[in-house]
């Protein structure tokens, strides 16, 4: 366990995509889960459903393997499952909705907004009427939708 961890974050210093925003995340979740069965005075937890937003852009790969590496031993026999909720902007000028246009952006500022979410604004524009100034309705964030156990 161990060892995969630090290699993973040795490799960090060698590579433009950094994990540890990943392991951050999953660390939280690890937490937090383990906060609310102590809470609820759960003895294990069966089921986690983790919710991404897509403007997160978590590499699901490695927060899944940091989730198994951080398991308590209340979550030893955990079933994490992990869905990501796709990002849905609104221009504040014209109202128009538009997805996240991932595909149109580059691989720089892809890695900003993983980041970095709000800085959005400074690479994406309403495809209606140019404004920059939209809101973010769904798809930032990482949080816990349901939490399953035994007493």
């Known amino acids: ?3 995969s961890a630090f290699t993973i974050l040795l ?4 590579s433009k995509l950094c994990p540890v925003h990943e392991w951050a995340l999953a660390e939280a979740v690890v937490l937090t889960a383990s906060q609310i069965a102590e809470k609820e005075g759960l003895k294990e937890i069966t089921e986690v459903r983790i919710k991404i937003g897509e403007l997160q852009q978590i590499e699901q790969d490695i927060f899944e393997f ?12 955990t ?5 990501t909720v796709k990002a849905e902007l609104e221009c504040l000028v014209c109202g ?4 996240f246009p991932r ?4 691989e720089e500022e892809r890695e900003g907004i993983h ?3 709000e800085v959005a604004h400074a690479y994406i524009k309403c495809p209606k009427c140019g404004s920059s100034d939209f809101e973010i309705l769904q798809g930032r964030g990482v949080w816990i939708e349901t939490i399953k156990g035994a007493k």
Do not use: R
């Not at 128009?96 to 997805?99: E, S």
């Not at 595909?103 to 580059?106: A, D, E, F, M, S």
């Open 96 to 99: 128009h909705k538009w997805a």
């Open 79 to 83: 079933y994490f499952i992990i869905e």
């Open 115 to 117: 980041f970095v979410p």
């Open 103 to 106: 595909g149109k952006l580059g």
């Open 1 to 3: 366990m161990y060892l």
């Open 66 to 77: 940091a989730l198994s590496q951080l398991k308590d031993e209340k979550l030893k026999n």
């Open 11 to 14: 490799n960090c210093f060698h």
